[in-house]
């Protein structure tokens, strides 16, 4: 592997591409991130239903199945070595008529095969006493204890972050231009930079169709998948406490509802295929069709709650499973595409199977010293009134608030930029310590938020963006009304 700038470069930062690089990072290689936003987390990862899939619902035999389960299993042992927030709430599937109970049967049979555990069928009035707001017309559901919620963006940076830690370097805002083959390798051009590698890895969601088909004749297509989604106040985080899904058939299929993490509550996505793998935004018809189909599976929904709307593309194939090892004609490049859902919750597992093919490969023998743990942001919402103050006698940032919604202090906000693999945008802050993600939306903590990161990091206030270059906040004149916010 001499003579390369890297042994592997991994293209995209998102939960598939980060996971591949904290198992990459066991590893004695070089190792290499391209991601062509200005952050982790800032794709399909980003904007989905942040749910950990039991695997009940993937096809006998395939990838998705597999990787599910086990993906599934790993999470609990995963979110306390990287500290991000996960909780095993479990779930059910929803069946409103008599004559699809059959179908209901059908998939507790395949996800016993798939080796999801305790699975059973329980009858609508069992449903309704465990979940009061389910509506009258459910019949059966099937209850499924191993579901889970995660925090996508929380998941992604642990990672990230570890990876980081373990020697693996990131580079953004660096798209893949060009792949060249070498002799024993690869030349990339990304950005304006032009690297080599033994070894590629493909996770870049809805572009890993463009990435493979620059290496190799077997070509395949992604096709964006768009799904919309409701994010409602915590004031209407308890309306359930599973995840709530629908069986397939006359009522449509695909639009949950499911706290968050957080103490939020989330509905959707609905699932159109598009030919923008770029058009993220929301429409009224979408949304009006997320809280139509939602309010068949739970009552009283209060929309009147929803504090913002948010829509995601993923990264659908025709063959409708995971694309994951070494290319047939381009020896060295290993696909990680087609991660639509599961792939939140098969990302552990995918990044162990993509990890060990490309070590093996690379002939990489584990480095010492590899460590596999990570703590996040302190949190001092989370800590006892005693532990709090001790934490303010020492630093007196953690007790100034800037985001009211969210209780988030300006200690937080410093943490995010200056630690490991630090926010450079409004949105990476946001990921990380959820800032402007209450309420307001980041009507009154922007200002303080923008001042903080232009200390930490030097950059102009001007060149402050919500993420990506040109997504800049402040034009000319309007800069001195922030410099003269009131921070009272």
């Known amino acids: 592997m001499s003579g390369k700038d890297y042994d592997v470069i991994i293209i995209g930062a998102g939960v598939t591409g980060c996971a591949i690089a904290r198992e990459l990072s066991r590893y004695d290689l070089k190792i290499c991130v391209l991601e062509k936003d200005e952050d982790v987390c800032s794709g399909t990862s980003k904007a989905n239903s942040a749910i950990v899939h039991a695997g009940f619902d993937a096809d006998r035999g395939s990838l998705m199945a597999r990787f599910n389960v086990e993906g599934n299993q790993m999470m609990e042992d995963l979110s306390q070595e990287l500290d991000f927030e996960f909780i095993r709430n479990g779930s059910m599937v929803l069946c409103f008529d008599e004559a699809d109970k059959e179908k209901l049967q059908a998939l507790l049979k395949q996800g016993e095969e798939n080796g999801v555990k305790g699975l059973s069928i329980i009858g609508g009035d069992e449903a309704r006493r465990r979940e009061p707001n389910l509506t009258d017309e459910v019949v059966a559901a099937l209850d499924v204890p191993s579901g889970g919620i995660v925090c996508p963006f929380g998941l992604t940076i642990a990672l990230a972050e570890n990876a980081c830690d373990n020697g693996v370097e990131f580079r953004f805002l660096s798209a893949v231009r060009e792949i060249r083959k070498q002799e024993n390798g690869y030349e990339v051009i990304a950005g304006n930079s032009k690297i080599t590698a033994s070894c590629i890895v493909n996770a870049a969601g809805v572009y890993a169709d463009v990435i493979h088909n620059m ?21 209407a985080g308890n309306h359930v406490s599973r995840t709530i899904f629908q069986l397939p058939g006359k009522y449509g299929k695909g639009v949950l509802v499911s706290p968050t993490v957080h103490g939020n509550l989330l509905v959707g996505p609905t699932a159109v295929d598009i030919d923008d793998k770029e058009r993220t935004a929301t429409t009224a018809q979408g949304l009006a069709e997320v809280m139509r189909v939602a309010s068949l ?37 290993f696909d990680a595409a087609a991660i639509e859902s599961p792939g939140l919750s098969s990302a552990p597992a995918i990044g162990k199977y993509i990890a060990g093919l490309v070590a093996d490969k690379a002939g990489a023998s584990q480095k010492s010293g590899w460590n596999g743990t990570r703590k996040g942001i ?87 963006c919500k993420n990506i270059p040109g997504s800049e906040i402040l034009r000319g004149a309007e800069q001195q009304e922030v410099n003269s916010y009131d921070r009272a």
């Open 215 to 235: 290496v190799s004749e077997d070509h395949f297509e992604i096709i964006p998948r768009k799904g919309e989604y409701c994010l409602l106040d915590k004031e």
């Open 297 to 333: 599976s739970v009552k009283d929904l209060p929309f009147r709650q929803v504090i913002t709307s948010f829509c995601g593309l993923r990264a659908h194939q025709a063959g409708h499973d995971f694309i994951l090892g070494e290319a047939r004609d381009a020896e060295g490049f």
């Open 378 to 464: 302190i949190r001092p919402s989370a800590l006892s009134q005693e532990k709090r103050a001790e934490l303010i006698r020492k630093n007196p940032a953690y007790g100034t608030i800037i985001c009211r919604c969210e209780g988030i202090s300006e200690g937080e906000i410093r943490d995010a930029v200056t630690r490991t693999l630090g926010a450079r945008s409004l949105d990476g802050i946001k990921r990380r310590v959820r800032q402007g993600m209450g309420r307001c939306q980041g009507g009154f903590c922007t200002p303080r938020t923008m001042e903080i990161l232009a200390a930490e990091t030097g950059l102009r206030m001007e060149e402050i």
